[in-house]
């Protein structure tokens, strides 16, 4: 398996992940974020967005008006840039959304390490699953999506799992 940690996977990936790769590097969106140990998450990454798939990249802040002020400071002259605060999984969490490119970009902090949050988490089984299974599987993840899914409960489905899909995806062995 490759190193979802960082972005260099994408340099060789399909058309959308080179893409995907050149807007956050030549805005040095990643660099920007060092501080707060940023990862890109979610279904560009594992090759199953579908057109309007947005850029996920999870932060790790210790302090929260310290992070939305620098998310704030660096985006805030982006095309529909917003920003809130709202509680995810009992936790306080911070999202700032703009659009660079042919992106809509979230920003997702939360006072949790990047690799302990539930998006890295749902991704690396989700990446472990697909190469488990064949290509038929992948587009069947596809077209759910496209279907008005999201990316979890269109897993569960496939997979059988009845309860809460996000949960449930956590505890899934391949």
Same mark, same amino acid.
């Given at each position: $398996?490759?190193?979802?940690?960082?972005?260099?996977?994408?340099?060789?990936?399909?058309?959308?992940?080179?893409?995907?790769?050149?807007?956050?590097?030549?805005?040095?969106?990643?660099?920007?974020?060092?501080?707060?140990?940023?990862?890109?998450?979610?279904?560009?990454?594992?090759?199953?967005?579908?057109?309007?798939?947005?850029?996920?990249?999870?932060?790790?802040?210790?302090?929260?008006?310290?992070?939305?002020?620098?998310?704030?400071?660096?985006?805030?002259?982006?095309?529909?840039?917003?920003?809130?605060?709202?509680?995810?999984?009992?936790?306080?969490?911070?999202?700032?959304?703009?659009?660079?490119?042919?992106?809509?970009?979230?920003?997702?902090?939360?006072?949790?390490?990047?690799?302990?949050?539930?998006?890295?988490?749902? $991704?690396?089984?989700?990446?472990?699953?697909?190469?488990?299974?064949?290509?038929?599987?992948?587009?069947?993840?596809?077209?759910?999506?496209?279907?008005?899914?999201?990316?979890?409960?269109?897993?569960?489905?496939?997979?059988?799992?009845?309860?809460?899909?996000?949960?449930?995806?956590?505890?899934?062995?391949?």
């Amino acid at each position: $398996m490759f190193d979802l940690s960082t972005i260099d996977y994408l340099k060789s990936g399909n058309e959308r992940q080179i893409l995907a790769y050149e807007t956050l590097t030549k805005n040095k969106i990643l660099e920007v974020l060092v501080a707060f140990d940023p990862i890109l998450v979610g279904t560009i990454p594992i090759n199953i967005d579908i057109e309007n798939s947005d850029l996920d990249i999870i932060c790790y802040w210790q302090n929260k008006s310290h992070f939305i002020e620098k998310v704030t400071s660096l985006f805030k002259n982006k095309p529909d840039f917003k920003i809130l605060k709202t509680i995810i999984n009992q936790q306080e969490s911070v999202v700032g959304s703009f659009k660079l490119d042919d992106f809509e970009i979230e920003i997702f902090g939360q006072n949790v390490p990047t690799k302990n949050q539930n998006g890295y988490r749902h $991704m690396i089984i989700e990446h472990q699953i697909l190469e488990s299974r064949d290509e038929s599987f992948r587009q069947e993840i596809i077209k759910l999506k496209k279907n008005g899914y999201k990316t979890e409960p269109a897993f569960a489905k496939l997979l059988g799992l009845k309860n809460d899909p996000y949960s449930e995806l956590l505890n899934y062995k391949i």
